[in-house]
């Protein structure tokens, strides 16, 4: 009768599902598709399995093996491996509780698109009036209906990121219930994430397959996919599509956060990691290539839709400025009606050439976005214009929130789970005082995300607290197995465990290959960020309608510097203070040694 | 005295003409869009649609005054275009030769849009009145926004929920803590000292090296 021994998974698929949420999260919605386009279209697929081959499986494969083996979150299995190395650990907590901090106001975000589609007609579908109920907001009227709800309605941004404004009372309330879903989700540990993660992990594929149906079928998505899939194979000699691909794996997969190691230590001591590995890794790829379809045909139907409206819109301006028929043009004869009329009545013409706007599918298509730009406006556009967009906005907006929670439940557990392991903690507070305590502290960092300036603090975190740190801790994680701990002391912990040696292929990549690449991706890093410059954002200027670039402030410049040296910092200050422990401990040994002979 | 009457007649219409002038200072443009609002149904523009539009805008002129006297007559079209698109005035009753002026007019016709767009079978953005703004229906406000309703429910099932799981959880705790005390005071010697994996060891992080992985052992495995 044990009392409570380490708590496990109910079965193996559990751990598989746990993953599979955990990986597959909005970046693969968001960020590949994005990257698609950017690098070729089709031709991107190259590069990105190739990496997945040569890094992000191996990687992967890893840190399963590594919580597997030591059975304890991060920071007890890197000390476990070697003492010096118990600073890798708490550099994943520190990464995870950044990311934990910010990552969630993206589900509030999700939560609030989603309580506001309950409506007969979408709030971003249409433009708020004026208060003389003759004209709309000149702000909407000058960017669009769906920037509007989501720079003013939703964020209420300021204009820039020194104006900090007021907490937006919506976005608080939001976030605070995100939390306690994330809550309700952990509290009990693998019991309820266990079984929480059959529905985080399958929901958002059946939101997917169903809007690949619809979008497939959606006016114009044929354009989108085929501008997706032309491989524009030129691309790849641009080394920036090689560098995406790799960092894109890299994070995709959620390595370096603590997370994996974190659910794989409650596996079963002979558990099949190495199979498992592999099916997660190309599960998480698959479904990047899969969101990408989905996104690519909505693309095609929005970018079809902004076309034809430009098309009609010309029609209608020339009709009403001739008085001719309304059926006298079409879309296929617009050019030459164009350069007929101009020719002969050059006068009028004139008054109205200001505003012919050339109407090009092509332009249309070439609008890359990416982010939160994807994800709650380009796919608002596209949703309002479908039939049903109440339907449908539901759908996609719960997609998105099980992709984020799916996630979050991945960061929590690594934060908690070292946290749980250490026997202080544990006798003095209860698993759900802890836990409750955790989120709690994350809810009130995260809610300086709902002030007016939220976002731009947002996009920092973003771009900065879980990047450059995160290659560091791979770097330093591969460095440590291979050549601290020693690579055949780990083959045989893994033959211990699942009954084989790796395969060679294996182990060169993990001793050669991938070090190699993850230097190579810093070496990267930080030429871009010399040559960079300042660093700069978008900053929504609300008498333009749009967003203009700005630098950061310094203060901003210092939060970035933090971001990145406190969890970098930690590998080499706890090697220090363990050395100095050691060295004391040794002084010490020597002494009673000395005294006792 | 026939030509006179002759003369009288010819004269009308053109006096008409000149009374309508494209960007007359009284006069409004109006532009329909018949095709784009019914498609397949849409009905030709002809002299008859032409006098049903007079004779609404005769009725909202009537309505707006409330004097009877506005008849078909004293609404004048002129330049129509194949657009479907045309200028009109309208004329005083009591003098056919003066306009009624374009504010009165414009008053006339919002007070009356509905009815003028029923008619038509088109709506303010397919029968335009140039200069004449339609007021925009304002969206409809709950008292209670729909969010708001939607997000207490779902914060009522989390706490629920939330609040659910941590009283099972005491409870479960209460159970196994009777049930360690009513054990045996030897059952329990005999556990601890058991080699398995019981939460007292778990409890020694320091002390417990596994033996796969520490190799401090090798100088002692002399023998």
Known sequence: MVEESRPSWENPMQFVLACVSYAVGLGNVWRFPYLCQMHGGGGFLIPYLIMLVVEGLPLFYLELAIGQCMRQGSIGAWSAINPYMGGVGIASVVVSIFLAVYYNVINAWAFWYLFHSFQGTLPWAECPLSSNLTTYVPECEKSSSTDYFWYRETLNISSSIEDHGGIQMGQALCLVLSWM???????????????????????????MIIYLIRGVTLHGALNGLKYMFTPK??????????????????????????SLIAFASYNHHNNNFEKQAIVVSLINSATSIFASLVTFSIYGFKATFNYESCLDRMQLLLINTFDLAEDSIKNNNLDDWISHLNASFP??????SSQIE???????????????????IVYSEAIKNMGLSQLWSVLYFS????????????????????????????????????????????CLVGLSFTTRSGNYWFTIFNDYAATFSLLFIVLIEII?????????????????????????????????????LIIGLFIFYIADYIMGGTPTYQAWDANLGKTVTKEHPPFAQAVIGLLLVTSMMCVPLVALITFIKKKKEQAR????????? | MLARVLLALSLVPALAQALCQPDGQDAYKVRL????????????WNESEQFLFRATLAFAMRKYTGQETFNVSSVIVCDETPRVSFWFVVTNPNDTATLIPKNAVEEAIRLSRNRINSAFLLSDKTLQFLGIPPTLAPPSQPSLPVWLIVFGVVMGIVTTGILALIIIGFIQRKKKEKTIEDEDEEEKQERIMENGISCETLEGKDGVNNGAYSHDEDRLTQL
């Open chain 1, 347 to 352: 006068d009028k013409f004139a008054t109205i």
């Open chain 1, 181 to 207: 879903v994330v809550y309700l989700c952990v509290l009990r540990g693998t019991e309820s994430t266990g079984k929480v993660v059959y529905f985080t992990a399958t929901f958002p594929y059946l939101v």
């Open chain 2, 33 to 44: 869009s018949i095709k784009t609002a019914l498609g397949a149904n849409a009905y030709e």
């Open chain 1, 358 to 376: 050339g109407c090009d599918l092509e332009s249309e298509l070439d609008t890359a976005v990416e982010g939160t730009g994807l994800a709650f």
């Open chain 1, 233 to 258: 194979l030129s691309d790849l000699a641009d080394p920036k599509a090689w560098i995406d691909a790799a960092t894109q794996i890299l994070f995709s997969l959620g390595l370096g956060c603590g």
């Open chain 1, 589 to 597: 040994e020597s002494k009673i040694s000395t005294t006792a002979s």
């Open chain 1, 480 to 516: 440590a197995v291979c050549y601290v701990y020693g690579l055949k002391k780990f083959e045989k912990d893994i033959e211990v465990m699942i009954g084989h040696r790796p395969h060679w292929y294996w182990k060169i990549i993990w001793s050669v290959i991938s070090p190699v």
């Open chain 1, 399 to 442: 997609m998105l929130l099980m992709l984020g929670i799916g996630s979050m439940l991945g960061n929590v557990a690594a934060i908690i789970t070292p946290l749980r392991d250490s026997a202080f903690l544990t006798r003095h507070f209860q698993k759900e005082t802890l836990i409750g305590m955790m989120c709690l502290f994350c």
